[in-house]
């Protein structure tokens, strides 16, 4: 393998590539990259035990002067190429043994693992796919994700549930103490589904999407998905086991609904959550949401050992309903809020202890749910 | 204990008590900072084995409606003060117990220390000062500080040392390995001293000084150094010990001196740096620089593992003199290049195992000087 390629170009690719190494894998080979030139074009591809990511360099952006494979040790090569500041690189493999990156200045010889131990990568069939824009795909993850488990306790639920009703995609996360839930429409029509995306894939998925515009091609299988979009395969397993159905658990009449300026409820939160105990299993923070009698609302929090915040926010609207007081996490509340993106905020109440629906009128596809916690305050 | 005052105002005094703070500590009573109105003026305190800081808020920026003392969880105080949107704040203790903190809008109760539990602070007597700039007290510390030993193996190395002849002072700091050194010329003539302040200190002093232009007022006890400056008393403990004489390690004669562009110099070592193997007790990167029979310099590495790297800079100057091949730690040399402040810096060198020198022609007072390793590359 012998080839010459711009500084950039191979930065980009590795800059993507770098999000499928492990973070740590007893399986020494999944910490290298795999280099491939086939049919003039060079392939690159990195994987751990959830995903696997390939992106083609094709023929017109590098200058080949011998075929071959490598398996190169992934953080190195990638901080080499970062450091480099010479414009062209040359990639030498020496006798299947030392790849010799060169540039204006610098050499450097690399020991390189071998290429035949990688564990072969079955990419996804590329027929039927569904598109998304990726703008799109973007929100339906922000919007959910940062609700799902933490733990592996119930493992289906450190996933996403993506469900499609043929014109129609679902994203669902819980923990089973909150849920978000996002709903988009498509601009055709596909065959149904309902899968289950790792958490920890989306994450990655994310950080390569978030700032394109383009439209991605999404395939299936039986356990995987595959994302495709500019020269990028993105594939990821899906988890194993039925998801809950959650609808029955969302309400639907609410006699109190508070109307609040997004901004300054976020801020109340973060103030009035300073002093608030930690939940010793989730380590939440615990802080009480009272409706008074004059129509104002308080949010306060009690800590035994520091001292106690109140703080009172004039909901943007009249509040029509009984008072009410309920106790919840201000993480769980935080979260739900910081993803709408509408100057107000709905909060909606069934009962004290029920759960209670944080949206947006002008998000009517988004809708996020906490479970309230009994409280002594 | 009752006083309205303005956030900003007080903010900005937290900033500064919050470096007193001790990041550990088995002593509760310090994680506290005391407020203590005396004469119409706010005093704040904080302080930890090491160093103690005082800031003095005077009467016509506080508004005091009851005179008293308070001992407040620091933390917690100085994050509710930093997240309060509101113009003002008062302040007011109740029965000695609970200190409320009001806004337009908030309202903390905090639970607060027996302040009388609370270590008295002696600060040295105020007469006599030393006057330095803040800037060039920052550079005295930032130009050699780096250069104090991490273990407290010898403590007294964990300082630097500070000596005055009179009109010119000398800070030195080595970690037995390397050492850096800086003089300045005071404006008038002191009374000479020799001391050494824990590098600690002395990175909270720069946090502290950094961005002023503030003439320093310094004053010196057995013990203790005083740094005093706008609202602020900075005071830190001295190291103990005979800290060691290092002018005699210094060589005087260079048989080969080379010009290196600063940021080249750096670049190079940044990259080559990457495959280099640490060195097991320091945890430091050994590199080898060998100046070629063309006078071009190679710097290199070595790396049984992952592999080898190897690039050629050329000096900006001609090199007079023998060829050389000298191995040492990466990581001191970039540290010394670093904070050099000219386009070019100098390697003087007398033999291959013997100590050698970093400097520039254009800050004559200033100078590094690094150990090499024995290697076998």
Redesign the interface.
Known sequence: MNFTIDRNILLENLNIITRGLPSKTPMPHLTGIKLDIIDGDLYILSSNTDIAIQTIITKENIDIKENGSVLV?GI?FI??VK???SEKINVNLIEDK??IIKTD???????VMDVFDYPSIDFVCLENPLLIQSSTLTSLIKETSFATAQTERRPILTGVNFTCNGSEIKAIATDSYRLSQKKITLDETYSEFNIVIPNKSLNELLRIVENLNEVINVYFSNNKVLFKFKNILFQTRLLDGNYPDTSRIIPQDFPVIIKFNRNDLL??L???S??SPKDKENNYNIIVLTLKKDKTVEISTTNL?????????TPCEDVEGPMIKVAFSSKYLTDAVRVLNSDKVNIKFTGETKPFIIDSDEEANVLHLILPVRSSY
């Open positions: 040790p190195v901080e080499i450091k480099i500041n030392i790849l200045r610098s050499e450097f010889k690399l020991r801020e109340t973060d103030r009035v300073l002093l050992e520091i001292g106690d915040a109140i703080e009172t926010i």
